[in-house]
């Protein structure tokens, strides 16, 4: 049976607290970040349930309920938002979430230390990179005048492509040059997993005259499978959130049909149409069905096995 909560056992925490201070104070740090960025902004949620007036503050303005969820619903480029999202989120998940566990797995199959840090440092670069000066490389690269891309697909032959501009091509664009930005810092944490790999399985497995290959198979995914669920379930809890810095800052008219997703669509409603009620209520569907996602991912995963799932 538990101790009571006493004060004696206040003591004792605030004890163990004291000697642990240095610990705990570089825990303050990212502790007072969440507190105002994360927790402070949910008093403003309330602003999804009403009508908001900026004149007549949050309590100020008529409460309608769930009035502005419906309208959401009812408004056509809600709709086509919301499936843009879920589209270009699942590429991007078939697309990036595997290859930062493929160049984990190559990185790591690099015998040269001196040679692994060189690739790593490469690919780790871009993630650096602000999304204004991707886009930028972008329009210069598949220009169809003067880019890279079309004069190679020029000396094939073909005719220039209007990469940037085109309903069928601009997903693609979207989803590897995310991959590509994010690939080498998305390897860190499997590197990290695959660092903590006990070696005498490899040499036990070599001894038994297991190749390289099967070592992969048997030994390496394995051992790091509780790591890359984790990152899964993750992933999928932000299955709305297809990237608005790289949408907002590569999109053009000519494929709003295509590229316009939840965070531009609240950005263009909330800023440029002043109703912040309706852009409130775009962010608080969005958080609710990463939430509801989270859940069932990681439900699933424990199902599967009860040692995975974050929680």
Request: hydrophobic share 50%; with cysteine; aromatic share 12%.
């Amino acid at each position: 049976m538990a101790p009571a909560w006493n004060g004696s056992g206040r003591r004792h925490a605030l004890r163990v607290m004291w000697m642990d201070r240095m610990f705990y104070l570089m825990l303050l740090p990212g502790l007072v970040y969440f507190i105002v960025f994360h927790y402070a902004p949910m008093y403003g949620v309330q602003i999804a349930f009403r009508n908001y007036r900026m004149k007549l503050g949050f309590f100020g303005s008529p409460w309608v309920g769930m009035e502005n969820f419906e309208r959401l619903f009812r408004d056509p480029g809600f709709i086509t938002a919301l499936k843009n999202t879920v589209i270009i989120s699942l590429l991007k998940i078939a697309v990036g979430f595997p290859a930062p566990i493929v160049l984990a797995l190559m990185l790591n199959a690099v015998r040269s230390a001196r040679l692994r840090r060189v690739f790593q440092s490469i690919s780790y670069l871009p993630h650096f990179l602000s999304w204004i000066v991707i886009a930028s490389l972008a329009r210069s690269m598949f220009s169809t005048s003067m880019g890279s891309v079309n004069q190679l697909i020029q000396r094939f032959g073909f005719e220039p492509v209007n990469f940037l501009g085109s309903s069928q091509h601009f997903r693609g664009v979207l989803v590897l040059s995310d991959c590509w930005k994010e690939v080498g810092w998305g390897s860190i944490i499997y590197l990290a997993a695959l660092m903590g790999v006990d070696r005498q399985l490899y040499e036990a497995a070599t001894v038994d005259g297991a190749r390289p290959f099967r070592q992969l198979i048997s030994i390496t995914i394995p051992s790091i499978a509780p790591t890359i669920i984790t990152m899964l379930i993750l992933r999928v809890g932000g299955i709305l959130s297809a990237g608005q810095e790289q949408v907002y800052a590569m999109y053009n008219e000519l494929v709003y049909s295509v590229a316009d997703i939840l965070d531009t669509y609240a950005l263009r409603v909330g800023l440029n149409n002043l109703k912040y009620s309706m852009s409130t209520a775009v962010s608080l569907f969005k958080s609710a069905i990463g939430l509801t996602m989270i859940l069932i991912t990681n439900r699933i995963s424990k199902l599967l096995d009860e040692n995975n799932g974050i929680f």
